[in-house]
């Protein structure tokens, strides 16, 4: 009987590890999708019109006003 419940302890104790150690990841997993999302969106500093540029991480070029502008950079 004893170890039955030594078995069925150790059973849960792995589950529930391996349910975390699941939970963490795919959290983890998600944070960076939204981060690498946001970090594709651009907004003008001038005409303050919003885009999706995926190829370039510092400096980008507004579609609209044709103004060439460094990320986080206010006028
Ligand atoms: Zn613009």
Redesign the pocket.
Known sequence: MIKITIDFGAFIYLLSSVIILFLWFFGERKEKFKKKEEDFLWQ?P????EYIDSKNKEISR?P??K?LFKKGEKW
Do not use: I, P
Request: hydrophobic letters at 35%; glycine letters at 0%.
């Open positions: 003008c001038l005409c303050f019109f507004c609209q006003c103004t």
